[in-house]
């Protein structure tokens, strides 16, 4: 039987249903806000996986008819997971993976985005629907969850503003999480003050328990029994015996700080340990391999919650060492090397013309972006092999939680006429390599000479969590290995000033306020001490840009111009671009030329200038003669305007034939002596030169009045 629910959310009415569409999907809802449609199915297998790692998928699609459109491509329908769809998906899938308890059979959550309204993001009516669709199913979940959107506008806080309001919004951050902790964060602000942001969490938290409300009604209302839950039975002879062979030496080996020797030391352990346990547990490496893995995991959080000690030596709130090198690569037009203990990044930036922009093509229609991340994760920098290929969701999306992070920095296109890319080649990595992004991204900025504000530094903080949450403990910086066995992973980006980018993925059911807010504390002091480093290295961009970057010269120009500096077929622009130089129009008449080389820029914005430049009375051009009459001549001052020289303009003395004096293709120095209401041109050429010695000027000749009427 289908239910509807209904909820008045900021001036706008936000609906769920459940029953009426996609009933053959394990949990299916329709929500609606405003205009904007999401339908959200959620099916998973019913035979259990033998895989070590949860098989969840969200698939999260954007429908062009959504918007009233067709697709761009050449097929006219949609394709691949576009960028935004796939940091969707990732969004949706960091909230919601934490609170599945059967973790042992593929799940799908797959999200269709049906109507978009132009005002309400359907990202985040798409995370309440994946909650909604899995707690209404029979798949065992640990919902209802609730997102918001949370914008600040004149100092208030708004949830969930439209498109529109986020354009004078300093904060755009989107919350997760249920009535009493947060689940996940990602977002975007202009330098706001770590404070500020952090109330920011908490108006969404407070708004996120009306859709848990509403949610949980809905769960009232159609829920699915949920199946069962059944945990394996412990095999606690297998477990004593690896804890006998390898319990203290593994102690012992999380106490190497080097990642390698660690790692090395660990798997000999496991197989000293699968051999010494072979013929008493034949047919059990997986639950062997899993013990040892469960030791590790144990003690090192163990050492860190009772001794107060990382497995890398560490203060749980130092930051490891950190080294910059500054323009590494002689060609790029900006790079740096930024590396923090294990991570390392080389970052590159190079600058372009506006033909260089990358366009987007989604449902808010299509756009250029001027600046550009892009993160690259080769499997050398981990010392693996896997499979080589396009980026990955979570290669695109280090790279836009970068991006965001520099993007309030970098100046506008009025003042820096460029585009910009920046390539983060991560060379090593041991945990938080997007943030290692954020620092060599700005360093390799300044390096470029690209007048960004200030410098912007990243900082990951982790969490570890006592037994039944009674104790934890904070981890500045965290490595790979506390990532992986830890409980959250806070990535923070920002200036002295204040917060660029944000970024919160838990292992657990949620975190308190009070955890948040400590962590943000932990988070400035390390932003404050790279940051320190950074300006030591480079405390402001390079006061010219490379020699090997493009020139780039702007004008603006009438747009009824444009087609005058384009030409018939594009021949105009074609001749201009013929000195080397690269020319881009835009529709409201800026044109921006761009070259290596500045003379050739230079001598085509001034071929441009002359295109559009209008005659001035009074002033002396040197034009070519391009017809003769008996009364005068027609000479060519500018690129496609002519004027008038009649023959008592071309000397002193009286001229009785034009051609006596001048003939087609001749070039000379004529006067605008005169322009009329339809812009027709008199020139002189006698005006450019002195009339000789004894030399009178006539009288101006006088109107004999009107003429008669026609006699008939």
Same mark, same amino acid.
């Given at each position: 039987?289908?239910?509807?629910?209904?909820?008045?959310?900021?001036?706008?009415?936000?609906?769920?249903?459940?029953?009426?569409?996609?009933?053959?999907?394990?949990?299916?809802?329709?929500?609606?806000?405003?205009?904007?449609?999401?339908?959200?199915?959620?099916?998973?297998?019913?035979?259990?996986?033998?895989?070590?790692?949860?098989?969840?998928?969200?698939?999260?699609?954007?429908?062009?008819?959504?918007?009233?459109?067709?697709?761009?491509?050449?097929?006219?329908?949609?394709?691949?997971?576009?960028?935004?769809?796939?940091?969707?998906?990732?969004?949706?899938?960091?909230?919601?993976?934490?609170?599945?308890?059967?973790?042992?059979?593929?799940?799908?959550?797959?999200?269709?985005?049906?109507?978009?309204?132009?005002?309400?993001?359907?990202?985040?009516?798409?995370?309440?629907?994946?909650?909604?669709?899995?707690?209404?199913?029979?798949?065992?979940?640990?919902?209802?969850?609730?997102?918001?959107?949370?914008?600040?506008?004149?100092?208030?806080?708004?949830?969930?503003?439209?498109?529109?309001?986020?354009?004078?919004?300093?904060?755009?951050?989107?919350?997760?999480?249920?009535?009493?902790?947060?689940?996940?964060?990602?977002?975007?602000?202009?330098?706001?003050?770590?404070?500020?942001?952090?109330?920011?969490?908490?108006?969404?938290?407070?708004?996120?328990?009306?859709?848990?409300?509403?949610?949980?009604?809905?769960?009232?209302?159609?829920?699915?029994?949920?199946?069962?839950?059944? +945990?394996? *039975?412990?095999?606690? =002879? !297998? %477990?004593?015996?690896?804890?006998?062979?390898? /319990?203290?030496?593994?102690? &012992?080996?999380?106490?190497?700080?080097?990642?390698?020797?660690?790692?090395?030391?660990?798997?000999?352990? +496991?197989? *000293?340990?699968?051999? =010494? !346990? %072979?013929?008493?547990?034949?047919?059990?490496? /997986?639950?062997?391999?899993? &013990?040892?893995?469960?030791?590790?995991?144990?003690?090192?959080?163990?050492?860190?919650?009772?001794?107060?000690?990382?497995?890398?030596?560490? =203060? !749980?709130?130092?930051?490891?060492?950190?080294?910059?090198?500054?323009?590494?690569?002689?060609?790029?037009?900006?790079?740096?090397?930024?590396?923090?203990?294990?991570?390392?990044?080389?970052?590159?930036?190079?600058?372009?013309?506006? !033909?260089?922009?990358?366009?987007?093509?989604?449902?808010?229609?299509?756009?250029?972006?001027?600046?550009?991340?892009?993160?690259?994760?080769?499997?050398?920098?981990?010392?693996?092999?896997?499979?080589?290929?396009?980026?990955?969701?979570?290669?695109?999306?280090?790279?836009?939680?970068?991006?965001?992070?520099?993007?309030?920095?970098?100046?506008?296109?009025?003042?820096?006429?460029?585009?910009?890319?920046?390539?983060?080649?991560?060379?090593?990595?041991?945990?938080?390599?997007?943030?290692?992004?954020?620092?060599?991204?700005?360093?390799?900025?300044?390096?470029?000479?690209?007048?960004?504000?200030?410098?912007?530094?990243?900082?990951?903080?982790?969490?570890?969590?006592?037994?039944?949450?009674?104790?934890?403990?904070?981890?500045?910086?965290?490595?790979?290995?506390?990532?992986?066995?830890?409980?959250?992973?806070?990535?923070?980006?920002?200036?002295?000033?204040?917060?660029?980018?944000?970024?919160?993925?838990?292992?657990?059911?949620?975190?308190?306020?009070?955890?948040?807010?400590?962590?943000?504390?932990?988070?400035?002091?390390?932003?404050?001490?790279?940051?320190?480093?950074?300006?030591?290295?480079?405390?402001?961009?390079?006061?010219?840009?490379?020699?090997?970057?493009?020139?780039?010269?702007?004008?603006?120009?009438?747009?009824?111009?444009?087609?005058?500096?384009?030409?018939?077929?594009?021949?105009?622009?074609?001749?201009?671009?013929?000195?080397?130089?690269?020319?881009?129009?835009?529709?409201?008449?800026?044109?921006?030329?761009?070259?290596?080389?500045?003379?050739?820029?230079?001598?085509?914005?001034?071929?441009?200038?002359?295109?559009?430049?209008?005659?001035?009375?009074?002033?002396?051009?040197?034009?070519?003669?391009?017809?003769?009459?008996?009364?005068?001549?027609?000479?060519?001052?500018?690129?496609?305007?002519?004027?008038?020289?009649?023959?008592?303009?071309?000397?002193?003395?009286?001229?009785?034939?034009?051609?006596?004096?001048?003939?087609?293709?001749?070039?000379?120095?004529?006067?605008?002596?005169?322009?009329?209401?339809?812009?027709?041109?008199?020139?002189?050429?006698?005006?450019?030169?002195?009339?000789?010695?004894?030399?009178?000027?006539?009288?101006?000749?006088?109107?004999?009045?009107?003429?008669?009427?026609?006699?008939?």
């Amino acid at each position: 039987m289908a239910e509807r629910i209904e909820l008045e959310l900021e001036g706008r009415t936000l609906s769920v249903e459940c029953g009426r569409v996609a009933k053959q999907a394990h949990g299916a809802v329709w929500m609606q806000y405003g205009e904007t449609v999401v339908l959200v199915a959620t099916v998973a297998d019913t035979r259990e996986s033998d895989l070590d790692f949860f098989p969840l998928t969200v698939d999260y699609r954007e429908k062009f008819y959504a918007s009233g459109r067709i697709p761009g491509n050449f097929f006219k329908r949609e394709g691949a997971p576009s960028t935004t769809e796939k940091l969707s998906a990732r969004l949706i899938d960091h909230q919601i993976r934490p609170l599945f308890l059967k973790r042992d059979v593929e799940t799908q959550v797959l999200v269709t985005i049906l109507s978009f309204d132009e005002a309400n993001d359907p990202a985040v009516l798409a995370m309440n629907g994946a909650s909604a669709a899995v707690c209404v199913s029979d798949i065992p979940f640990e919902g209802p969850i609730g997102a918001v959107k949370v914008g600040r506008i004149d100092g208030e806080y708004v949830i969930n503003p439209t498109y529109q309001q986020l354009e004078e919004s300093d904060i755009n951050i989107i919350v997760s999480g249920n009535k009493e902790s947060i689940i996940s964060v990602e977002g975007e602000c202009h330098e706001a003050p770590d404070a500020d942001v952090l109330g920011a969490l908490r108006a969404g938290q407070e708004a996120i328990a009306r859709l848990v409300e509403l949610q949980e009604d809905l769960v009232a209302r159609c829920g699915k029994p949920k199946r069962e839950v059944t +945990e394996p *039975e412990p095999n606690d =002879a !297998l %477990e004593e015996a690896v804890r006998a062979l390898a /319990a203290m030496r593994i102690r &012992e080996a999380n106490r190497l700080s080097e990642k390698e020797d660690r790692a090395n030391v660990i798997a000999g352990i +496991e197989e *000293e340990t699968q051999a =010494a !346990l %072979e013929d008493e547990f034949p047919e059990s490496r /997986a639950e062997i391999a899993a &013990e040892v893995g469960a030791i590790v995991k144990a003690e090192m959080r163990r050492m860190i919650l009772e001794e107060g000690r990382r497995i890398d030596g560490r =203060a !749980l709130d130092e930051v490891r060492p950190i080294e910059i090198e500054l323009g590494p690569l002689p060609r790029a037009h900006g790079s740096a090397v930024f590396t923090r203990g294990q991570t390392q990044a080389l970052c590159v930036a190079t600058l372009g013309s506006k !033909l260089d922009t990358r366009m987007v093509d989604d449902l808010e229609g299509m756009s250029y972006k001027s600046f550009m991340l892009d993160y690259n994760f080769p499997s050398y920098s981990v010392g693996e092999t896997r499979r080589i290929g396009a980026p990955g969701r979570r290669e695109i999306g280090h790279g836009v939680l970068a991006e965001k992070a520099l993007i309030p920095v970098i100046p506008d296109e009025k003042h820096f006429p460029y585009t910009i890319r920046v390539v983060s080649e991560i060379l090593e990595s041991n945990s938080s390599s997007s943030m290692a992004t954020v620092c060599g991204g700005s360093l390799a900025l300044m390096d470029a000479g690209v007048p960004i504000k200030t410098a912007v530094a990243g900082a990951g903080v982790g969490l570890v969590m006592g037994e039944d949450n009674a104790n934890w403990s904070l981890l500045t910086d965290i490595l790979g290995a506390e990532d992986h066995l830890g409980d959250m992973d806070l990535k923070i980006a920002g200036t002295a000033e204040g917060l660029t980018s944000i970024q919160l993925d838990i292992k657990i059911k949620g975190i308190s306020f009070e955890i948040m807010q400590e962590a943000f504390g932990r988070a400035r002091g390390a932003l404050d001490h790279i940051l320190d480093i950074m300006n030591g290295a480079i405390a402001s961009p390079k006061p010219e840009l490379s020699p090997y970057a493009p020139r780039i010269l702007s004008l603006y120009i009438d747009p009824a111009k444009i087609g005058t500096v384009i030409g018939p077929g594009g021949k105009t622009i074609r001749s201009i671009e013929e000195t080397g130089a690269t020319v881009a129009v835009d529709d409201d008449g800026l044109i921006t030329v761009s070259s290596v080389d500045a003379q050739a820029g230079e001598e085509a914005m001034e071929m441009i200038k002359a295109l559009v430049e209008d005659a001035e009375v009074g002033r002396v051009y040197n034009g070519t003669v391009k017809r003769t009459l008996d009364f005068g001549a027609f000479i060519e001052i500018l690129p496609g305007k002519e004027g008038l020289c009649h023959i008592s303009e071309l000397d002193y003395h009286r001229v009785n034939k034009v051609e006596d004096v001048l003939s087609e293709g001749d070039k000379l120095d004529v006067k605008v002596i005169a322009i009329d209401d339809q812009g027709k041109i008199r020139l002189s050429r006698k005006a450019t030169f002195q009339p000789p010695p004894g030399y009178v000027e006539p009288p101006p000749r006088h109107s004999r009045g009107p003429r008669r009427p026609n006699r008939r």
